[in-house]
């Protein structure tokens, strides 16, 4: 019989630097799990990613703050994290989380926390990690189905407000193989004539994976061109990455790779290209 999960609570980190403006940016999380008497935190360590947030701001600020913030935590978890000699438990359930509430109750600092939230879990240190993925990584907005469909939201928007029409998720093959494409609009009466329009993103982290995806679909194109479909009536709309120049010279090649498979290929942000190639029969 499996064991019951445990109910853990859970605070975001905050870096604050201006109370002014209230902005902030999600550095870290901490996680109490009182029936296990497990406090754990974890705290954002990569600089950039907060210069990024507020360029302006002296990065010696964030290191410093960072550096007695983690102390003050590492005390907390020495304090929480005791056991009597006899391998009892310290804390009753309900100490352990009141100490947590304590510890993360509204504070004037430029490290704050955010509201409590709870989350049952097998294991504190893997919701932990989860949790810390989620809300400071972000790792679902690095998923491929996440950040096309956002680009498909975008390009619908940007055909919305051209008074383009018609444009619907469909596929493009035959019976024996078809390619799905999100924005996709038929001719009436015009066999074999359409309009596909597929966002691309190429903004990976890992310069493997730009390749991996883009490859994907080369694949599928060659596909369609066995099947004598007409690519010039294909658009990929292309994210490029913006942080790293390894990255970006990856993508560019891919980029120039899927152009000379015989599809129209741009960037997402040239919407008057994509407009042009939508509006046309």
């Known amino acids: 019989?499996?064991?019951?999960?445990?109910?853990?609570?859970?605070?975001?980190?905050?870096?604050?630097?201006?109370?002014?403006?209230?902005?902030?940016?999600?550095?870290?999380?901490?996680?109490?799990?009182?029936?296990?008497?497990?406090?754990?935190?974890?705290?954002?360590?990569?600089?950039?990613?907060?210069?990024?947030?507020?360029?302006?701001?002296?990065?010696?600020?964030?290191?410093?703050?960072?550096?007695?913030?983690?102390?003050?935590?590492?005390?907390?978890?020495?304090?929480?994290?005791?056991?009597?000699?006899?391998?009892?438990?310290?804390?009753?359930?309900?100490?352990?989380?009141?100490?947590?509430?304590?510890?993360?109750?509204q504070r004037e600092s430029i490290f704050r926390f955010s509201g409590v939230g709870t989350r049952l879990a097998d294991d504190p240190e893997e919701a932990l990690d989860q949790l810390f993925e989620y809300y400071v990584e972000r790792q679902f907005a690095q998923r491929k189905e996440y950040q096309e469909t956002e680009m498909v939201n975008q390009l619908r928007g940007d055909l919305r407000r051209a008074k383009i029409l018609g444009y619907r998720s469909g596929r493009v093959g035959n019976e024996r193989y078809e390619v799905h494409f999100p924005l996709l609009r038929r001719h009436e009466g015009a066999q074999g004539e359409f309009r596909a329009i597929k966002p691309l993103d190429l903004a990976k982290k890992d310069p493997t994976d730009i390749t991996v995806h883009a490859d994907e679909w080369l694949a599928k194109i060659n596909h369609l061109k066995k099947m004598e479909v007409d690519l010039n009536r294909v658009l990929f709309a292309v994210q490029m990455p913006r942080e790293s120049l390894t990255n970006l010279q990856v993508a560019e090649e891919m980029f120039g790779l899927i152009q000379a498979s015989g599809v129209r290929v741009t960037h997402v942000d040239e919407t008057g290209i994509i407009s042009d190639f939508a509006r046309a029969v």
């Open 1 to 105: 019989m499996n064991a019951p999960k445990m109910a853990c609570n859970y605070a975001i980190i905050r870096f604050l630097p201006y109370i002014e403006t209230e902005e902030f940016v999600n550095v870290g999380l901490v996680l109490a799990c009182p029936t296990a008497q497990f406090f754990g935190f974890r705290l954002e360590t990569q600089r950039s990613r907060v210069n990024g947030f507020f360029p302006e701001l002296n990065k010696n600020i964030f290191v410093q703050g960072r550096t007695h913030f983690r102390a003050e935590m590492e005390r907390v978890r020495l304090f929480l994290d005791r056991t009597s000699n006899d391998g009892v438990l310290t804390f009753a359930a309900q100490e352990f989380n009141r100490a947590f509430l304590d510890v993360v109750k």
